[in-house]
């Protein structure tokens, strides 16, 4: 395997690809309503803290120590201690659960981006989304009954993610990003520039940053901003590990990290702006409140806005394929990242080619994901979402960040990452926060969010989550326990 098929071709291509994951189905659909549900202005005081106290210092954490090792981050974390092999595959395995589920998303956006075209959902967008287009079912026998026309449109973005992610790192990836998250950004601004013109934005807009500011004494609120910056920018997922390790020598890791911080939160932001002069001008049109409307996830992007697009005219033709469009896009370039880390522990460890590795990965992805193109798939969505995001993400953060403070130490990047930052220098307020601030908080976070999923349940979610958990815990010990086939699976070299 040679390396040069897993090097970004230039800084360029690493921040932008690394943007590109990190904007996401999370900036459009998820941040507006925890802004708006979570004190609106007030929000943005906790939201500046965990930027500021983790995303920042943990990404430069992730990046540092994968800049180091330049290997996968299986390989990584087994050259640490072969104890923690184990977790190496966690991650990395976690994070193509993820992928397959976020092709479902895909797929249902590739058939509103066709719809959008002739408001093809009709009058009533809320049956047409669960009972014409998902055929959804409570009961888990929907396991039986296939949708074909979501398998369809699921296939052809498998499709798309393989010819993209097969060929070499800087030939498929590194170019598609150069083209897509400009054109993303783009495209944003076009929206949200309509978006502010319409009538009644500004009572939309009123309501999102009306800030309650009684409500910076809530627990619930700190643990909203941790828990979105951790999802946002991909925290702590393996993927920005290993994007760092695929960069070429002399890196300014340190202002990458800004940068890319910096243009998620603008990103989502200006999103926000956008929902919210959207559900403005909706409220105005049909007497509902703001409050009544706003939702988050498939229900915001799959009815919420077919039902304005509704009510829009003759611009809805143009801004509505304009959006789904755009969903679509931050769907890919976050998809692409998302099969990056087991891709490349395999290569390291089993000696495949990119290539192989990426059709292999790929073709088991497309036929795990065909649950979803079941009636009862977008439960087990909800289901696996609810699992790999609140339960078993957060525990791998904590894991990772205490490995890589701790038993890697930290304190080894410090000179090394000052000698290239253009920018901010780390000091010793970046190992307390590495050391001691990060894990427990985001520890507090992941106790919360485990609560919270057990208050909540349902019978068939908990069943389903010990089977979801189940799979994701012995598919890593196969991973685990397989003998490596290549032959310097033991030798890792380090540059810091
Ligand atoms: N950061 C992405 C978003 O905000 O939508 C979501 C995401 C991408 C989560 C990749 C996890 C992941 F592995």
């Not at 904007?23 to 906790?46: E, H, K």
């Not at 009709?122 to 009954?145: E, I, M, V």
């Not at 979501?150 to 790192?169: E, Q, Y």
Request: hydrophobic residues 55%; neutral net charge.
């Amino acid at each position: 395997m040679s390396k040069d098929k897993n090097e970004w071709g230039s800084n360029m291509s690493f921040i932008l690809a690394m943007i590109g994951s990190a904007v996401g189905l999370g900036n459009i659909w998820r941040y507006p309503y925890v802004l708006y549900s979570n004190g609106g202005g007030a929000f943005y005081i906790p939201y500046i803290v965990a930027i500021l106290i983790m995303g920042i210092p943990f990404l430069i954490l992730e990046y540092g120590v994968g800049y180091n090792f330049k290997s996968s981050f299986s390989k990584a974390l087994t050259k640490i201690s072969s104890k923690w092999e184990y977790l190496g595959w966690l991650l990395p395995v976690a994070v193509f659960m993820i992928m397959i589920y976020y092709s479902a998303i895909l797929g249902w956006d590739g058939i509103y981006i066709f719809m959008s075209f002739f408001k093809g959902w009709g009058a009533d967008p809320n049956a047409y989304f669960t009972s014409t287009l998902l055929h959804a079912s409570d009961s888990y026998t929907g396991l039986a009954s296939f949708v074909p026309l979501i398998a369809v449109s699921m296939i052809v973005g498998w499709v798309i993610i393989w010819f993209i992610s097969h060929r070499d790192l800087e030939k498929g990836l590194g170019r598609v990003s150069k083209v897509l998250v400009p054109a993303l950004f783009i495209i944003m601004v076009i929206i949200v520039g309509f978006s502010l013109t319409l009538p009644g934005a500004s009572v939309g807009l009123a309501e999102l940053f009306h800030p309650n500011w009684s409500l910076l004494t809530d627990f619930g609120i700190w643990m909203a901003a941790f828990g979105q910056i951790v999802f946002s920018l991909s925290l702590g997922m393996s993927i920005a590990f290993t994007y760092a390790s695929y960069t070429k020598d002399d890196a300014d890791l340190v202002t990458n990290t800004i940068s890319i911080a910096l243009a998620n939160s603008l990103f989502e932001n200006f999103a926000a702006l956008g929902v919210f002069s959207i559900l403005g001008y909706m409220s105005l049109q049909s007497g509902i409140p703001v409050a009544d409307i706003v939702t988050q996830g498939t229900g915001l992007v799959f009815i919420v806005y077919p039902t304005v697009f509704n009510v829009l005219g003759q611009w809805a033709y143009v801004l509505g394929p304009l959006f789904f469009f755009t969903v679509y896009l931050a769907g890919l370039t976050s998809i692409l990242s998302t099969i990056e880390p087991l891709s490349f522990s395999i290569q390291n460890k089993f000696g495949l080619t990119r290539k192989r590795t990426m059709t292999i990965l790929i073709i088991v992805g497309a036929i795990c994901s065909m649950i979803y193109a079941t009636s009862y798939g977008s439960n087990v969505l909800g289901y696996v979402d609810t699992f790999i995001n609140q339960i078993a993400l957060l525990l791998g953060v904590v894991l990772e960040c205490i490995i890589f403070a701790w038993v890697f130490k930290a304190e080894k990047l410090i000179d090394f990452m000052n000698a290239r930052s253009k920018t901010i220098k780390l000091g010793k307020w970046w190992l307390v926060i590495v050391k001691y601030i990060l894990p427990i908080f985001i520890t507090v976070v992941w106790i919360g969010g485990i609560i919270d999923v057990v208050n909540s349940a349902t019978f068939d979610q908990l069943v389903f989550t010990i089977i979801i958990a189940a799979i994701l815990l012995i598919a890593t010990l196969i991973f685990t326990l397989l003998p490596a086939k290549s032959s310097d699976w033991n030798e890792t070299e380090e540059r810091v």
